[in-house]
């Protein structure tokens, strides 16, 4: 059976007649809201849930590739952050990268990926690894925010040089997502190492970039975060 047969049960159950919108990156929206399209998956039995795990991943994988519409494809990311992922399912998930074309998508797909590198980090880091030097700057995102994603999430993360040298690595990216994910991981870091992450922080304060220095420095209480600043603009004099 096509699996196209799928990705149009769940875009006509999820979508129906309403109105798409052509968006900045050329995917078709119906502007729901996150919440609602959750809660059509926890309610929704698609007839492909019925078959094996792989054939569902199949499935998933197709619609993720295939969909043209930002909710459909939101739907299959959110079916894989609610279960704990196989070495075979993360062989598949892991190309889903190459799909990736919105914040959105990216951050929901690092969810995913973030849960990997807790569980099993042997499985993703030669990945983050190769994405943290890739041309394609959303692979270079992911090879970032999914290190933790939310320290709070987590029970184990990597060790501080483990994480702090995919962050290094990108300090003076030029893109303007991949330096939003910078800041977001050592605003993490910075909560499992909050000593370690400062003295990297300082440190570096004549290379971190605006967008990336305050997304890293948002939730620091005001009188270290008035010592960096000063720090910082004595640096760029």
Not at 150 to 157: L, M, P, Q
Not at 187 to 195: A, G, S
Not at 217 to 234: A, F, G, I, S
Request: charged share 30%; proline share 3%; glycine share 2%.
């Amino acid at each position: 059976m096509s699996l196209k047969k799928y990705l149009l049960e769940v875009h006509n159950s999820l979508i129906g007649v309403k109105d798409l919108e052509k968006d900045e990156n050329g995917l078709l929206r119906a502007n729901l809201r996150v919440p609602i399209v959750r809660k059509h998956l926890e309610t929704t039995h698609f007839c492909f849930l019925e078959q094996s795990n792989q054939k569902i991943l199949n499935s998933w994988d197709f619609i993720w590739k295939n969909s043209e519409c930002f909710e459909v494809m939101s739907t299959a990311l959110y079916f894989y952050q609610r279960k704990s992922i196989s070495q075979s399912e993360f062989q598949k998930l892991k190309t889903w990268v190459n799909r990736i074309s919105c914040w959105e998508h990216s951050d929901d797909l690092s969810k995913i990926y973030a849960t990997v590198v807790e569980e099993n980090p042997e499985w993703i880091i030669p990945s983050l690894k190769n994405w943290n030097k890739s041309k394609n700057s959303w692979k270079r995102r992911q090879s970032v925010v999914s290190l933790i994603e939310y320290a709070r999430k987590r029970k184990r993360v990597l060790p501080f040089n483990d994480l702090i040298g995919f962050v290094k690595n990108l300090l003076d990216d030029g893109e303007y997502y991949v330096q939003k994910g910078i800041g977001w991981t050592l605003r993490e870091i910075y909560n499992v190492y909050p000593k370690k992450t400062l003295g990297f922080i300082e440190s570096h304060l004549h290379e971190i970039r605006p967008t990336a220095y305050s997304s890293a420095t948002e939730k620091l209480d005001k009188q270290t975060k008035n010592k960096l600043n000063k720090l910082r603009k004595e640096k760029r004099k």
